[in-house]
Structures are given as C-alpha cells and as structure tokens.
Nanobody, 127 residues
Framework: QVQLVESGGGLVQAGGSLRLSCAASGRTFSRYVMGWFRQAPGKEREFVASISWSGDITQYADSVKGRFTISRDNPKNTMYLRMNSLKPEDTAVYYC????????????????????WGQGTQVTVSS
C-alpha cells in the first residue's frame, strides 16, 4: 500500500521560507516521478513542481520558478520542496503526488498524471 505523508507546513510572514517534506512508503520510491501541487480555497488544485525518478530533471510552474526548489533523497524515500520569498498568494494546502509508472520520462503537470496523493499540509503566508 503506497502512502505519502507531507509535513513542514505552517504560518510564515511574506518573504519568509519553509521546507516541505513528503515521506513515501509502500513501494520503491526511487523509481517514480514525484510532484508537488497546491490548492487554495475556492480554486482548483494546481501544479507546483515535479522531479524525475533520478532527481536530475525538475520542472516548475511559472508562479514559483526561481523561488521554490524541489529535490529528493531516494535512500531516505523523501521528497522536499524548499520555498523561499513566500508571498500571500502562495497560501494553500500543498500535496505531494506520485506517478504509477516506473522509470518513465516526460512532463507531468496535470493532476490526472498522478495516481497516489498525500493528505496535504497547510501553508499560510501572512502579509
């Protein structure tokens, strides 16, 4: 049974930083593309960043490019999202997600591209 558990969310002032973590269990973590998404109140869930199974290819939404960094530690079965220069519009529930196909390559921006999801962690940025 695949399980993804996010942590690291919280309340931060604009301009501050947070690091989110996503701990994975239930299968070989290192074989799968992983992603971060977020959902603000009243809005649809949107893509934030993704990382290839090897960690050498990353992609970002334009809204976070240059401020957020996605990374993974395969031996620790954990993915991270470092968020700097946070803005009030970054306020949302952040979700980690995993694809189901091992060793695949490509660009995966849609929620439908991912099969497994965590429960989410709240990030609130005050102005």
């Amino acid at each position: 049974q695949v399980q993804l558990v996010e942590s690291g969310g919280g309340l931060v002032q604009a301009g501050g930083s947070l690091r989110l973590s996503c701990a994975a269990s239930g299968r070989t973590f290192s074989r799968y593309v992983m992603g971060w998404f977020r959902q603000a109140p009243g809005k649809e869930r949107e893509f934030v960043a993704s990382i290839s199974w090897s960690g050498d290819i990353t992609q970002y939404a334009d809204s976070v490019k240059g401020r957020f960094t996605i990374s993974r530690d395969n031996p620790k079965n954990t993915m991270y999202l470092r968020m700097n220069s946070l803005k009030p519009e970054d306020t949302a529930v952040y979700y980690c997600a995993s694809r189901s196909v091992a060793y695949d390559s490509g660009s995966y921006y849609r929620t439908d591209d991912y099969v497994y999801w965590g429960q989410g962690t709240q990030v609130t940025v005050s102005s």
